[in-house]
T-cell receptor
Framework: QKEVEQDPGPLSVPEGAIVSLNCTYSNSAFQYFMWYRQYSRKGPELLMYTYSSGNKEDGRFTAQVDKSSKYISLFIRDSQPSDSATYLCAFADRTGGFKTIFGAGTRLFVKA | SAVISQKPSRDICQRGTSLTIQCQVDSQVTMMFWYRQQPGQSLTLIATANQGSEATYESGFVIDKFPISRPNLTFSTLTVSNMSPEDSSIYLC??????????FGQGTRLTVV
């Protein structure tokens, strides 16, 4: 079993749709849960960052962590063409070291 | 958050040559990492750059091919040695501290011809 599973997509949605991006993980020691957005030909930029279970909202973005199910989600409301990018989930266990483990990334296309 | 400057942003190199990529951070950070992202792929950790000691390499990556330096807490270099077309990738510098998430530079897009 892979440590992190993420559907690579591509995922294509119309403008204004609600987008749900998901990852599962197997390492119960992960404490930090992150979502990065990567535009073509750019480095990943941190989008959302949560510690432990629960929800975190930032504008049109909501990150959700369910540690009992080892499942995290990123929701994008009112999606825009500018949201078209690759979204990578990422996990870290800082007590076990400093490494961050990344998912494969989901390519999202939002059509105008 | 940390601001990371990475140079060069892109380069086209001849096979058999070497390229050194620089990573400068605007604040002292505990850990610095080097990743490779091959076309259409996710991030693969090459090594952890340790200040004042040899880098810690991940499986499949060796010091002779990817020598790394980290002379202080804000600067690191990655050299891609004896390049071949298979080394064409984006190389990314990343930093983290004990209580923060990882931040990335903009990456170096390397094409080997």
């Amino acid at each position: 079993q892979k440590e992190v599973e993420q559907d690579p997509g591509p995922l294509s949605v119309p403008e204004g749709a609600i987008v749900s991006l998901n990852c599962t993980y197997s390492n119960s020691a992960f404490q930090y849960f992150m979502w990065y957005r990567q535009y073509s030909r750019k480095g990943p930029e941190l989008l959302m960052y949560t510690y432990s279970s629960g929800n975190k909202e930032d504008g049109r973005f909501t990150a959700q962590v369910d540690k009992s199910s080892k499942y995290i989600s990123l929701f994008i409301r009112d999606s825009q063409p500018s949201d078209s990018a690759t979204y990578l989930c990422a996990f870290a266990d800082r007590t076990g070291g400093f490494k961050t483990i990344f998912g494969a990334g989901t390519r999202l296309f939002v059509k105008a | 958050s940390a601001v990371i400057s990475q140079k060069p942003s892109r380069d086209i190199c001849q096979r058999g040559t070497s390229l050194t990529i620089q990573c400068q951070v605007d604040s002292q950070v505990t850990m610095m990492f080097w990743y490779r992202q091959q076309p259409g792929q996710s991030l693969t950790l090459i090594a952890t750059a340790n200040q004042g000691s040899e880098a810690t390499y991940e499986s499949g990556f060796v010091i002779d091919k990817f020598p790394i330096s980290r002379p202080n807490l804000t600067f690191s270099t990655l050299t891609v040695s004896n390049m071949s077309p298979e080394d064409s990738s984006i190389y990314l510098c990343s930093v983290a501290t004990l209580n923060t998430e990882a931040f990335f530079g903009q990456g170096t897009r390397l094409t080997v011809v």
